[in-house]
């Protein structure tokens, strides 16, 4: 089993449509979530982070993590074209001083 | 929000010379660098860790003598491809974490790398 699974996509929608990005992992000693978007040929810009359960909200998006059931989700509320990106989740130990463990990336294209 | 500055964006040379790049955290001390290895539609590959003052940690099957990392200061770390080959051409990010409790400060990336070896 993959230590960390991402539907790589391609997910098209509609503009102004609610998306729903999506991971589950087997670590139980992940202890801090993120979510960075990727644009083409630029580095990974952080969206979101967060080291509890439940929901956080930022603007249109919103970080939820269940970490009993070992997954995390973002969701993109009123999604604009300018939101077309690959969209990484991470994951990180606690106390860990080194390596972010990465999703494969979902590619997103909102179309107008 | 935190920023990374990572230069040059763009590098094309010839097969045989040695490239360095820079990166920079340009609103915080970065006591942890990170410098990753990209390919087209692919995830980030961890090349080295390197914390201010301290030699580089590198990843399993990462060449250090290819892949030099110097992390002179608080603001700066380079890496420098030595006599670099085709099959090096790739997308090289670096990424910046600064001082927190338990190390639980966000890493912040650089905008990049493409380097083009002919």
């Known amino acids: 089993q993959k230590e960390v699974e991402q539907d790589p996509g391609p997910l098209s929608v509609p503009e102004g449509a609610i998306v729903s990005l999506n991971c589950t992992y087997s670590?139980?000693?992940?202890?801090?979530f993120m979510w960075y978007r990727q644009y083409s040929r630029k580095g990974p810009e952080l969206l979101m982070y967060?080291?509890?359960?439940g929901n956080k909200e930022d603007g249109r998006f919103t970080a939820q993590v269940d970490k009993s059931s070992k997954y995390i989700s973002l969701f993109i509320r009123d999604s604009q074209p300018s939101d077309s990106a690959t969209y990484l989740c991470?994951?990180?130990?606690?106390?860990?001083?080194?390596?972010?463990?990465f999703g494969s990336g979902t590619q997103l294209t909102v179309l107008p | 929000g935190a920023v990374v500055s990572q230069h040059p964006s763009r590098v094309i040379c010839k097969s045989g010379t040695s490239v360095k790049i820079e990166c920079r955290s340009l609103?915080?001390?970065?006591?942890?660098m990170f410098w990753y290895r990209q390919f087209p539609k692919k995830s980030l590959m961890l090349m080295a860790t390197s914390n201010e003052g301290s030699k580089a940690t590198y990843e399993q099957g990462v060449e250090k003598d290819k892949f030099l990392i110097n992390h002179a200061s608080l603001t700066l770390s380079t890496l420098t491809v030595t006599s670099a080959h085709p099959e090096d051409s790739s997308f090289y990010i670096c990424?910046?974490?600064?001082?927190?409790?338990?190390?639980?400060?966000?890493?912040?990336f650089g905008d990049g790398t493409r380097l083009s070896i002919l």
């Open positions: 967060t080291y509890s359960s």
């Open positions: 609103d915080f001390q970065a006591t942890t």
């Open positions: 991470a994951f990180r130990s606690s106390g860990s001083a080194r390596q972010l463990t």
């Open positions: 990424s910046a974490r600064g001082r927190g409790l338990d190390n639980n400060q966000p890493q912040h």
């Open positions: 670590n139980s000693a992940f202890q801090y």
